[in-house]
Structures are given as structure tokens and as C-alpha cells.
């Protein structure tokens, strides 16, 4: 049951139950679970929430909804992580049990991460909504949460070879070359989350919806 506001803040421990709008975000990253999957492209969402946990000192120390959780604060914004562990196509389940149990407003209070194959590796591209474009975890949160409005940073991990399998190609890993890129891109993207937290969302796109260079020495 929620519970009004203290007057003044206390030291304790924070307080994840919903108190008033946006005062807490679930930050979502996509992926899926197991060894043989670590840091492939698909896999680029939990990558990237595994850096802002990092960032933050926040770990993954739960297992509910179906999904790896991580509570703390980052710059004074409360945050749930969470990395689904139904597999990719079933992320919905995850993310809708989870806006459930914390009262969140998904078109306001969620933000969800993900690799798009349409984008340069390393480009990112922050929308407020949006169809699934195709992405199979964004199809089934869309289903689940029955709305296509709520804030996502797509993270690009390159198109596919023309003669290659879009299965192989996305559960591949990144090239040598690639993976610099890609950690750039998880930086960029935690200073975009504090943005749209911090309800900047159009300075965030501005800043970080830009092409990227395709040599990292660039």
C-alpha cells in the first residue's frame, strides 16, 4: 500500500514503493540470460544497463517478475533495473509485472533499452514511442503493456550481411573493432537515461541521435 511522503528526508534506505510521478523510473535493458549469449548484439541492452548499474554501485541482487532486479539512485533518481530472463521475445511479461508490482506509468516512468540492426554499431537513437520496427522484445512489451508510448534508446549494432542468417547475425558477438564503439555507446546512453529522467528528453535526443564515426579513431 503506498504511503505519503515524509516530511523531511531521512537516511535510511530508500523507499521503492511509488510515491508521486516520476519519482522513480524502471530502466529496462533486453538481452538474453545464459553464457552462451554474453555479449552478443542482441544482448546489447544488458550490456548496457550492466554499465549504468556499474556506474551507479547498483547490483543486480534479486530475482522477481521474471527478471534480474537492481534497486539505488543515480543522481537522486530512484531506479529499478531489471534484465528479463523469459528471453528476448517474451520481455513484456517481465516489464509489465514489474510496472505492476511498483504502480509505474510506463508511458511516463519507463525507459527500455535495446539493440536495433538498422542503426551504425555504436549509434544510438532515443525516442518517446514507437512501433516494434520489426524488434521481436519490443513487439511483446508493446503487447503486454498495450501502448506504444514509452521511452527507449535503440542502440545500433550494425545491419546484417546481406547472405547471413538475421538469427546468427544478432546472437553473434562484436568484432574487435566494434567493441570500442559499443562501450562508447553505453556511456552515452547512461547520460542520456539522467536526461530523460530528469524530463530532458529532447535535449537528449538532440545530443545523442547523431551519426556516429565509423572508425573509433575518428
Do not use: W
Amino acid at each position: 500500500m503506498d504511503k505519503a511522503l515524509p516530511g523531511r528526508q531521512e537516511k535510511a534506505a530508500p523507499d521503492y514503493e511509488k510515491k508521486e510521478k516520476n519519482q522513480m523510473y524502471i530502466i529496462a535493458g533486453l538481452g538474453n540470460p545464459g553464457k552462451e549469449y554474453e555479449n552478443t548484439r542482441h544482448n546489447i541492452g544488458y550490456m548496457t544497463i550492466d554499465n549504468f548499474a556499474e556506474k551507479y554501485g547498483i547490483t543486480f541482487s534479486e530475482r522477481k517478475f521474471r527478471a534480474l532486479v537492481g534497486k539505488g539512485v543515480a543522481e537522486g533518481h530512484k531506479v529499478i533495473l531489471i534484465k528479463p530472463v523469459t528471453y528476448m521475445n517474451l520481455s513484456g511479461e517481465a516489464i509489465r509485472e514489474a510496472c505492476d508490482y511498483y504502480k509505474i506509468d510506463p508511458e511516463e516512468e519507463l525507459i527500455v533499452l535495446y539493440d536495433d540492426i538498422s542503426l551504425p554499431v555504436g549509434q544510438l537513437r532515443i525516442r518517446p514511442k514507437g512501433s516494434a520496427g520489426g524488434h521481436n522484445g519490443i513487439k511483446n512489451i508493446i503487447s503486454h503493456l498495450g501502448t506504444e508510448i514509452f521511452k527507449r534508446i535503440k542502440i545500433g549494432v550494425g545491419e546484417k550481411p546481406s547472405r547471413m542468417d538475421l538469427a546468427d547475425y544478432v546472437l553473434g558477438h562484436f568484432t574487435k573493432e566494434e567493441i570500442a564503439l559499443e562501450k562508447e555507446a553505453c556511456e552515452k546512453a547512461a547520460d542520456a537515461i539522467l536526461l530523460m529522467m530528469d524530463e530532458r528528453l529532447e535535449e537528449a535526443m538532440n545530443l545523442y541521435n547523431r551519426k556516429v564515426p565509423a572508425d573509433p579513431q575518428e
